[in-house]
């Protein structure tokens, strides 16, 4: 149990274009989620706070019209990097939490913009 | 504030070394959660621990082993008999109990080479 899915695994995309990833909890319900990013050999750094049905909650720095994040259901939440740069390059994990005290990762996404 | 701090960058040992594998944590909250993750060349993370602030006993896991030490904030890690299969990037991660969000903050790594 506890399964949280990616979508999709690895992406490349051109610069200046849109890249959604989806992030899903596939047996369970999760009223958060959260989204990281991890540079090449460097520390998961949180993005943002994803709430189910609410807005989310940006760590400072993080651009909320670069990087817009929709939590429609209880299962699903969903990044886009908008007009992405080679800059926008990174291991983007998402995780969810079924409740206050647990949180569940995603395999991880690989986004490379050439 | 947290803040979680492995010291240690690199760590290269031979299969079947011993290696503990360091974290030190700041927090002003008097109940948190501590975790340990592994993450393969694949980056998918792996939970290997989660430890409460209020218990502090030392716990073993077949070839793994942790060491809480309240009183000097560390929550440390070893690998007994180490295999080639255990070379990974090892995070030590805090969580505050307290709020509505389980939101951690994660040290910077260790990577660990385990070689023949």
């Known amino acids: 149990g506890a399964v949280v899915s990616q979508h999709p695994s690895r992406v490349i995309c051109k610069s200046g274009t849109s890249v959604k990833i989806e992030c899903r909890s596939l047996d369970f319900q999760a009223t958060t989620m959260f989204w990281y990013r991890q540079f090449p050999k460097q520390s998961l750094m949180l993005m943002a706070t994803?709430?189910?049905?609410?807005?989310?909650?940006?760590e400072q720095g993080v651009e909320k019209d670069k990087f817009l994040i929709n939590h429609a259901s209880l299962t699903l939440s969903t990044l886009t990097v908008t007009s992405a740069h080679p800059e926008d390059s990174s291991f983007y994990i998402c995780?969810?939490?079924?409740?206050?005290?647990?949180?569940?990762f995603g395999p991880g996404t690989r986004l490379t913009v050439t | 504030a947290q803040k979680v701090t492995q010291a240690q960058t690199e760590i290269s040992v031979v299969e079947k070394e011993d290696v503990t594998l360091d974290c030190v944590y700041e927090t002003r909250d008097t109940t948190y959660y501590l975790f340990w993750y592994k993450q393969p060349p694949s980056g998918e993370l792996v939970f290997l621990i989660r430890?409460?602030?209020?218990?502090?006993q030392n716990e073993i896991s077949g070839r793994y082993s942790w060491n809480f030490q309240k009183s000097t904030s560390s929550f440390n890690f070893t690998i007994t008999a180490s295999q080639v299969v255990d070379s990974a990037v090892y995070f030590c991660?805090?969580?505050?109990?307290?709020?509505?969000?389980?939101?951690?903050?994660f040290g910077t790594g260790t990577r660990l080479q385990v070689t023949l």
């Open positions: 430890r409460n602030s209020f218990d502090e």
């Open positions: 994803s709430n189910e049905g609410s807005k989310a909650t940006y």
């Open positions: 995780s969810a939490a079924p409740t206050t005290y647990e949180q569940y």
């Open positions: 991660a805090l969580r505050a109990r307290k709020g509505t969000a389980s939101k951690l903050t």
